[in-house]
């Protein structure tokens, strides 16, 4: 830590949080105001491929006295598995970033528009209904096309339309473009952020990367993985920590809550404030916004 903060970490602590700038349903300040309710004292924004959020979370959350971490989810992928990438206290301004972030949202756009043309072959759904449940120019996803078959009647939630019409089994899906996971830790850590992979031991098709995959990637900079979230296996969450360990490496506790868009709450996985220390020491790219 640099000679002089006088200020302490404080927890409880969550690393992952969305907001309407993504696939969240709530804007940033109110993602902050969930949070503190929920008890937490320094929580993150971390919506997928863009930081467009960071302000106006950063503020509500310094008024309600607590610490912001800046961050983001950025979207890779290996072989035919999603990699998500945390990416915290990098730099919003950098050139590589930018340009890496706008290409995935263009090209999430034009694969969300494919979708739901494949989609409306069987039921009454258009992009006009998935353009209504999308503010701003959040970054685009299946759950704002979950959102639009929840408002025409289709399926009851979120939950229902991945466990069916959104499934890659049901045929309408499509895939976009994405980094491989070597390039996303290198963006972060080459932009002064720290890379840790979110839910890295899912269950199913996006198990865990093979472990001699991951240790390349902690040569190229990675900090550590997101160990502590609901959809780790426990067998998972077993190998992480022993990596975690090997490596002397960084692990974190979250929930990815994207408020009524998921059951996850805030603060039912939690970060120690001692990792999150380790975070804001290695961190060179932007500040943690302190109350
Ligand atoms: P996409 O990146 O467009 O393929 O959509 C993946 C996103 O959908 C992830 O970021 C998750 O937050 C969200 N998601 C995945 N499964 C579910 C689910 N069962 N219910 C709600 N949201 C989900
Ligand atoms: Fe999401
Ligand atoms: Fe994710
Ligand atoms: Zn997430």
């Known amino acids: 830590m640099t000679s002089g903060a006088s200020f302490s970490f404080m927890g409880p602590v969550d690393l992952h949080l969305h907001s309407d700038h993504s696939d969240g349903t709530e804007a940033p300040a109110e993602v902050m105001r969930q949070a503190r309710a929920y008890g ?14 960071w302000d106006e979370a950063g503020q509500a959350a310094v008024a ?19 990699v998500h990438v945390l990416g915290y206290l990098f730099d919003p301004a950098d050139a590589d970033l930018v340009a890496e972030t706008a290409r995935i949202r263009g090209d999430r756009v034009g694969r969300a528009e494919r ?17 209504e449940q999308t503010t701003l120019d959040a970054t685009v996803g299946r759950p704002h096309i979950a959102d639009a078959l929840v408002a025409r009647g289709i399926v009851r939630d979120r939950t229902e339309a991945f466990d069916g019409i959104l499934h890659p089994r049901e045929g309408y899906y499509e895939p976009h473009y994405a980094p491989d996971p070597v390039t996303a830790v290198r963006l972060i850590t080459r932009a002064g952020g ?29 900090a550590g993985f997101e160990v502590d979230h609901r959809e780790n296996t426990a067998a998972g969450k077993r190998a992480l920590h022993d990596l975690a360990v ?17 059951p996850n709450r805030p603060g039912e996985n939690v970060t120690t404030e001692a990792m999150l220390a380790r975070i804001i020491e290695r961190g060179t790219g932007s500040a943690p916004r302190h109350p």
């Not at 006295?65 to 983001?72: A, E, H, K, R, S």
């Not at 979708?115 to 992009?127: F, G, H, K, L, P």
């Open 115 to 131: 979708i739901v043309r494949n989609i409306a072959r069987d039921y009454d759904v258009s992009w006009q209904d998935v353009l």
């Open 194 to 222: 720290v890379a840790i992979i979110a839910h890295p031991a899912t269950a199913g098709r996006d198990r865990m990367m093979p472990v001699p995959f991951i240790e390349r990637l902690i040569d190229e900079g990675l």
């Open 64 to 82: 309600l006295g607590m610490t912001f971490i800046p961050g983001m989810e950025l979207s890779a992928k290996h072989e035919w598995r999603s």
């Open 40 to 53: 937490l004292r320094t929580a993150a924004l971390t919506d997928h491929d863009r930081t467009t959020g």
């Open 246 to 262: 090997r490596h002397d490496l960084i692990v974190t506790g979250s929930s990815d809550y994207h408020g009524a868009g998921k």
